[in-house]
């Protein structure tokens, strides 16, 4: 089988099962199975599948079918300038939380050595990526799931960088330590919204990521224990509840509290800082 019709069979087989970008993911697949980029499988068209690959796309391509997150299928997925791997024990970096990246990053830029904690860090994609762009950052990462951290610490090997890395239940508080940045992508999505979601949500990736009743208050109510004045606090929240967290933050004492918008228009990004005094009034980015 040549690499043109390999690429359209799968794309037919995926959009059969309902898969969204079924021709991209596609590609993908054929590229992943032959090593090859999606630019460099468009110079290959012409090749042939030896019947070993072929067998591996069909195996790949059957579990995308099933709604399986192509992330999940591919054992890895990129975020920001960072491969990381990726499997059911932690949630797909998406587009968005490279959004809370660049708001962490912009809260830092000024110090030389911050320190940092990331709360609830899953694949590591967060701690990795701030430790990665911004080399005095000290970081420290925790979560509440070992299987998580195992996962963190696959990706700190794998891309050589440094981080620490610490089992912790947010509900407890969090760690002292004059911190000049906390940050989290809680879980948010509530119980009766679960069966809402697309199935390479709401059946493959981990539940205890991304349901939760409390837990972005939880993070809200114990960084004000631990950050330093004038720390930052960066919050990944649902869509429709940017405006009920950013009015929990100014009713905490938090002062500076801005909302910032994802790349399709939503707001994502909840952000402040602990009082100081004098500074700019909330704002809308």
Not at 35 to 40: K, P, V, Y
Not at 162 to 176: I, K, M, N
Request: proline share 5%; net charge negative.
């Amino acid at each position: 089988m040549k690499v043109k019709r390999a690429v359209a069979e799968t794309a037919q087989r995926l959009d059969a099962a309902g898969c969204e970008s079924s021709r991209v993911d596609a590609e993908l697949l054929v590229g992943h199975v032959l090593g090859l980029s999606r630019s460099e499988l468009a110079l290959e068209a012409s090749r042939t599948l030896s019947g070993a690959e072929e067998g591996r796309l069909g195996e790949l391509a059957e579990r995308r079918a099933a709604r399986e997150p192509l992330a999940y299928v591919l054992g890895e997925w990129g975020f920001r300038n960072l491969t990381l791997a990726v499997d059911p024990r932690v949630l797909v970096p998406r587009p968005e939380t490279e959004i809370v990246v660049e708001r962490c990053l912009a809260l830092i830029a000024a110090l030389e050595t911050p320190r940092v904690l990331d709360v609830g860090t899953g694949s590591g994609a967060i701690a990795l990526a701030i430790a990665g762009e911004h080399p005095g950052a000290q970081v420290t990462a925790i979560d509440a799931s070992s299987a998580a951290l195992e996962v963190a610490g696959v990706n700190a090997t794998r891309t050589g960088i440094a981080v620490e890395l610490g089992a912790w239940d947010l509900f407890t508080g969090l760690p002292d330590g004059l911190w000049d940045l906390v940050v989290s992508n809680p879980p948010y999505v509530l119980p009766e919204e679960i069966d809402e979601l697309e199935p390479e949500v709401r059946d493959w990736e981990p539940r205890e990521a991304l349901v939760g009743v409390g837990a972005t208050e939880a993070v809200a109510r114990g960084a004000l224990d631990v950050l330093r004045r004038g720390g930052a606090l960066v919050l990944e929240v649902a869509a429709v509840d940017a405006a009920r967290v950013a009015a929990l933050l100014a009713e905490l004492g938090y002062v500076d509290v801005v909302v910032t918008r994802d790349l399709p228009g939503r707001d994502r990004v909840v952000e402040a800082v602990t009082a100081l005094g004098g500074l700019r009034s909330s704002a809308i980015a």
